[in-house]
């Protein structure tokens, strides 16, 4: 999606004057805690600012938690989910720029992050369900111009890390308690495969392998992966292979899933959570949750290219540019402490820019790049 979105003037902002020759880069990023979506503009040697803060959420004495974001492939409109709900989760759905609320559809339990095919007809958002007993939960497909939930696919034990492959015809999520990536064919709306990623155990499970979930835990003692994150391929490698961070076994796996087999593995630090591959398909991002630091690896030659320690601890989102300039992550911070956004520059491995948000920020997206002064639009 992010890969898709080109360069937008945005004429309806009256802020933006020629103020400078840097391009300025939005994006939107929920900030969980506080039921607030910032709105933050970076314009490169000048830094970041936020222009501004939607407030979500339904419940006056409780936190709702806006947990997920994510921009439609034309910049028009942002979605968030809403992931304690009453008791359900529900997702929002905004007009960009105005930031106004178009429509809003109940989902289930906690749903979390989205992935939205590349015509923007369909989002589908993973329920990750934190209440009561571990039980197999589903993931939400939702009719975007009408905001309705046309059907549930059943998938397994806390989906997280929903995303579409470049061609629009399959959808990914990971499972952090069954150890699997489970695989949706969007023509049907039917899980079309399961694998296993378990380390040791890798491979593509046999018909019935819903019935199996959660019996990656303990198999082969504390050998455990608990993906949190897919992220399919780009450039030469989309709609070939996708990405899965192995959060507890500190590796990210690259799943040929043509093959169905493991085709490369990346070391990485303490507990990988999201990952983000560039619009080229170069760089593949990693935000290491349990080490305060961001990991950038080159994909033709496999190896690391530099380990950018970000502002503050519980590194939780990351989001490149369309350029692949870029990065942009999120950090949740702890206790009171607000979160903050940081900017790495993708060529210098550098952090150049961060500033202060709300509590808990999490869930980001890239909305739009305005180019530099006397470019083209």
């Not at 994510?70 to 028009?76: E, N, Y």
């Not at 023509?187 to 378990?198: C, I, L």
Request: glycine share 12%.
């Amino acid at each position: 999606m992010r890969g898709l979105l080109a360069f937008v003037f945005l004429a309806a902002l009256p802020a933006q004057t020629a103020r400078a020759q840097a391009p300025e880069y939005r994006l939107y990023v929920a900030n969980e805690s506080s039921d607030l979506v910032s709105r933050v503009v970076f314009t490169p040697g000048e830094g970041l600012e936020v222009e501004k803060e939607i407030p979500v959420g339904i419940m006056p004495g409780d936190n709702d938690g806006a947990h997920g974001v994510s921009v439609s492939p034309d910049g028009r409109h942002w979605y968030v989910t809403i992931a304690h709900g009453t008791p359900r989760g529900y997702l929002w759905k905004f007009h960009a720029g105005p930031d106004t609320l178009v429509g809003r559809t109940r989902l289930g339990l906690f749903p979390a992050t989205m992935g939205i095919t590349p015509d923007g007809q369909f989002l589908l958002a993973v329920n990750f369900n934190l209440h009561g007993d571990m039980v197999p939960s589903d993931v939400s497909v939702v009719y975007t111009p009408e905001m309705i939930e046309v059907t549930r696919v059943r998938t397994c034990l806390m989906p997280h890390g929903s995303r579409v492959g470049a061609a629009g015809s399959r959808h990914y999520s990971a499972c952090m308690h069954s150890d699997r990536l489970v695989e949706i064919d969007l023509e049907t709306f039917e899980v079309s495969a399961r694998f296993d990623v378990t380390p040791g155990m890798e491979g593509l499970e046999r018909a019935g392998g819903e019935d199996r979930a959660g019996a990656g835990h303990g198999a082969m003692g504390d050998r455990v992966c608990s993906p949190t994150w897919v992220e399919p391929g780009a450039g030469a490698r989309a709609d070939r292979v996708v990405y899965v961070a192995c959060n507890r076994n500190r590796e990210i796996l690259e799943i040929d899933t043509e093959r169905w087999e493991v085709s490369r593995r990346f070391a990485t630090g303490m507990a990988p959570y999201n990952l983000e591959v560039t619009s080229g398909g170069e760089l593949l991002i990693a935000t290491l949750k349990g080490e305060q630091a961001v990991a950038v690896f080159d994909l033709e030659s496999g190896e690391e290219l530099g380990r950018i320690a970000t502002s503050r601890p519980v590194t939780h989102g990351v989001v490149a540019s369309p350029d692949g300039r870029y990065a942009f992550v999120s950090n949740e911070s702890a206790g009171s402490v607000p979160g903050t956004l940081d900017v790495i520059d993708l060529e210098t491995l550098a952090l150049v820019a961060s500033i202060e948000l709300q509590h808990q920020s999490g869930g980001i997206d890239f909305w739009s790049v305005t180019p530099a002064a006397g470019g083209t639009r």
